[in-house]
């Protein structure tokens, strides 16, 4: 324990850090310790209002949690600095006026000056003390470890220990006054090594608490990185929603536009037809005009006359016909007006509404080449679609359904899909998928498809990202593979429902999918669970999904040859309907596709006819 050469000066102790005190602060007990001491006392209390004092444990107001405002003891503080400021006398001197203390022997317990210092470097007994400077004292850097004098014997160290005391004394102490009156006495020693010991037990259990506290502060790291990955995750699906959403509100304005472009374009051209035909009229009156006139520049006979004539009449009868009618353009501009823009009121996936005052009637009704040989139908570009056939060749069509080409026509077609850059993608009657440049010459690629025996027929689609999917029914699995092709790069098992994937459709914008087999339309997750389900009782749906995300449905009622078409966002949910019960010619076969064109028809093919439906 630290001491001074005085003995006033172990009032001058801090019972906490055993060092001269620093910034003394009073308790209201009387007791004084360091302001740094307290502190560190009083972070350590679950009560922030008051501090207990460690030598009484009687409870002292902090004011605003603030040690510093505790009661400063002047007269203790001026002790302090003047002991601070001073140097300890030589305590081996025997003369009054001892010599300052330059240093001090830990093993003798006495202060030296420089004479006696050299003294007692010179015995040799001493040569091997621990001898200190009195800087090192004073700065704290040194601990002294020299027993007191007893208070009583002022030449006895104070050598003994009585536990109910808690004090040191020295033996004659201890044995005529302690230990008479039945209190334990140990040796200082022995009391200390207890100390050390019980100091290394407190130490060891702060070691292992601090390791379980550290290993709990590194969990809650854990979990906060956890929580900061949970939350980082919600702001990245909301900004991936907003910009899906976004886009399909782009899509979806990009679709009423064309909706509108096309209905501008179909009236306009109504009237344009209109014009012509009255510039016509006017023509062929100037034209009957000019003739009839040259009947006045020379004097008519014979034949010129009988000519004449006839000109005459027949401009007679010309001009007896009825005016032009202004009803017919003001019925078209009427019917025109009709169409409006219904804002939606419910925030479905389709957002801002739809054009009203139209219906959707039958534009062409063609007759295949094969008859009930139809397998697929895909839009291709140019605004065309692409009808392919089990007997062989993949047919293409224009939105007023007249044949335009024919091409691949020894290739027994049972799926098509196109990639962004115009590239087809065919899957044939075996199974084998083959890539073709937009000209339809045959890439040297290769994919590891199942063939038919082993896998099922099956759809095929391609995505936003060029990915191609292709669907085995008797597995109920979805292979995916890149244009590269190759290997499947992953693959998809059709769990939670019973859908084998015959008819795959993919969305534009989201990556996800949608399956048909029997009665089922089913939306895909991107990881190939089912999110939703569609079914009407007595019909087979046959979907496909519209260019901004929208879907469309042809319910089929076999057996009555009827048709219905209704418009769903891409969750499934009904929008409105655009076809109901269009009377179809049917074939032994049950097997329908339904697309739309690029400019916004529908086509829907039975195995041997094609109708295109458009809005009128």
Not at 453 to 472: A, C, E, F, H
Not at 527 to 547: D, R, S, T
């Amino acid at each position: 324990m630290a001491t001074f050469h005085q003995t006033n000066i172990q009032n001058l102790e801090c019972p906490i850090c055993l060092t001269i005190l620093n910034q003394p602060k009073s308790l209201t007990c009387s007791h004084t310790y360091c302001k740094h001491c307290l502190q560190c006392i009083f972070q350590t209390q679950l009560n922030q209002q008051t501090i207990t004092c460690p030598l009484c444990r009687k409870e002292t107001s902090v004011p605003s949690g603030d040690v510093g405002m505790l009661q400063t003891s002047v007269p203790l503080s001026s002790l302090v600095n003047e002991e601070k400021t001073k140097n300890p006398a030589c305590t081996v001197c025997e003369m009054d006026d001892k010599s300052p203390a330059v240093c001090y022997c830990q093993d003798c317990g006495k202060y030296m000056c420089k004479a006696c210092e050299k003294s007692h470097s010179n015995w040799k007994p001493f040569s091997n003390h621990e001898v200190v400077s009195v800087s090192e004292v004073l700065s704290g850097k040194a601990q002294l470890n020299r027993r007191r004098k007893c208070k009583k014997h002022s030449n006895d160290d104070e050598e003994c220990f009585c536990t109910r005391c808690r004090e040191y004394v020295c033996c004659k102490c201890g044995m005529l006054r302690h230990y008479k009156a039945g209190h334990d006495i140990e040796e200082a020693a022995i009391h200390e090594e207890k100390l050390m010991e019980n100091i290394k037990e407190l130490k060891k259990g702060v070691k292992a608490k601090k390791t379980t506290i550290e290993n709990h502060i590194e969990f809650i790291e854990t979990q906060r990185n956890v929580i900061t990955s949970m939350f980082r995750k919600l702001n990245d699906d909301i900004d991936k929603t907003y910009e899906e959403y976004m886009q399909l509100l782009l899509d979806r304005r990009e679709a009423l536009k064309i909706q509108v472009k096309q209905w501008s374009k179909k009236i306009d051209k109504e009237l344009q037809v209109m014009e012509e035909e009255s510039h016509q009229t006017i023509h062929q009156m100037n034209v009957m005009e000019e003739l009839v006139t040259n009947g006045i520049k020379v004097p008519l006979e014979k034949d010129a006359l009988f000519a004449h004539d006839t000109l005459c009449d027949n401009l007679k009868s010309f001009l007896a016909r009825d005016d032009p009618d202004d009803r017919s353009p003001r019925r078209v501009v009427e019917r025109a007006r009709k169409i409006s823009f219904l804002r939606s009121l419910k925030f479905n996936e389709l957002c801002l509404g739809e054009l009203q005052g139209y219906t959707w009637g039958v534009k062409a009704d063609a007759e295949l080449l094969s008859e009930t040989s139809m397998a697929c139908i895909a839009r291709a570009p140019g605004g065309k679609m692409a009808l392919g056939s089990y007997n062989g060749g993949i047919h293409l069509y224009s939105p007023d359904g007249e044949l335009q080409q024919t091409v691949l026509k020894d290739i027994k077609v049972q799926r098509i899909g196109f990639l962004s850059d115009g590239r087809s993608v065919v899957r044939d009657i075996t199974n084998e998928v083959s890539l073709y440049t937009p000209q339809w010459e045959k890439l040297d690629v290769t994919f590891e498809t199942m063939n038919i025996l082993v896998g099922g027929s099956g759809g095929l689609t391609v995505d936003k990202d060029d990915n191609i999917y292709v669907g085995y029914s008797k597995f109920k699995k979805i292979q995916v593979f890149t244009p590269q092709g190759g290997k499947a790069v992953r693959s998809m098992i059709c769990g939670g429902y019973t859908c084998a994937p015959l008819q795959l459709l993919s969305f534009h914008h989201t990556g996800k999918l949608i399956l048909t087999h029997g009665v089922v339309v089913v939306r895909l997750g991107g990881n190939g669970k089912k999110e939703n389900v569609l079914m009407e009782k007595g019909m087979v749906p046959y979907p496909a999904v519209c260019q901004d995300d929208s879907v469309i449905v042809a319910w089929v009622k076999h057996e009555e040859g009827l048709v219905s078409i209704n418009r769903y966002t891409r969750s499934l949910e009904h929008v409105h309907s655009l076809i109901s019960d269009f009377q179809i010619k049917t074939s032994g076969r049950i097997w329908y596709n339904l697309q739309e064109f690029e400019c916004g028809e529908i086509a829907f093919c039975t195995p041997h006819r094609l109708y295109i439906f458009d809005a009128i």
